[in-house]
T-cell receptor, first 111, second 110 residues
Framework: KAGVTQTPRYLIKTRGQQVTLSCSPI?????VSWYQQTPGQGLQFLFE???????NKGNFPGRFSGRQFSNSRSEMNVSTLELGDSALYLC??????????FGNGTRLTVT | EDQVTQSPEALRLQEGESSSLNCSYT??????LFWYRQDPGKGPEFLFT???AGEEKEKERLKATLTKKESFLHITAPKPEDSATYLC???????????FGKGTKLTVNP
């Protein structure tokens, strides 16, 4: 069974630009969550989607948004990038029962 | 506020030298406590879920235990391939999110 797939693996963007990250969950998983991982703050919850609906949202500014499609694939978007947005963005999926299964992330560098 | 604190931040062991990692938590209504392993450049890999105080889970050289305020990850006779960062997370009641600790970086020397 294929795991959670995130694309791209690496991204370099300039301040002020926007970026879209993609996540394909494990087949059959309808819940998709996004986390930001930085050395200083560790893993922090961004949002969680289930059947195309956002069920939970973390304490991030409105520049961070996401969506889920009918096939459970998910995207997250960050607009007006700031240097502090440089991080590893992790996507995880589950069968709406824990545990979460994580992808290997997208490493975003903002210059 | 839900919070997870892991200690120590880093731990160096010799191969075969057993030890324990600590995860202390405060949470409103624990739905579950999770242990993950993360290797450099990869996402966290699920190890265990614990739901209630007194529960224990084992997998190879790892054993996780849970009390009302903390969890321990015991590593027996570790090998170099056990080197990784170990993450602890809790799921608060009524929430779908996980709250993570900052992890313990374990290095096992041959």
């Amino acid at each position: 069974k294929a795991g959670v797939t995130q694309t791209p693996r690496y991204l370099i963007k300039t301040r002020g630009q926007q970026v879209t990250l993609s996540c394909s969950p494990i087949s059959g998983h309808r819940s998709v969550s996004w986390y930001q991982q930085t050395p200083g703050q560790g893993l922090q919850f961004l949002f969680e989607y289930f059947s195309e609906t956002q069920r939970n949202k973390g304490n991030f500014p409105g520049r961070f948004s996401g969506r889920q499609f009918s096939n459970s694939r998910s995207e997250m978007n960050v607009s007006t990038l700031e240097l502090g947005d440089s991080a590893l963005y992790l996507c995880a999926s589950s069968l709406d029962q824990r545990p979460l299964h994580f992808g290997n992330g997208t490493r975003l560098t903002v210059t | 506020e839900d919070q997870v604190t892991q200690s120590p931040e880093a731990l160096r062991l010799q191969e075969g030298e057993s030890s324990s990692l600590n995860c202390s938590y405060t949470v409103s209504g624990l739905r579950g406590l999770f242990w993950y392993r993360q290797d450099p450049g990869k996402g966290p890999e699920f190890l265990f879920t614990l739901y209630s105080a007194g529960e224990e889970k084992e997998k190879e050289r790892l054993k996780a235990t849970l009390t009302k305020k903390e969890s321990f990850l015991h590593i027996t006779a570790p090998k170099p391939e056990d080197s990784a960062t170990y993450l602890c997370a809790v799921q608060p009641g009524g929430s779908e999110k996980l709250v993570f600790g900052k992890g313990t970086k374990l290095t096992v020397n041959p």
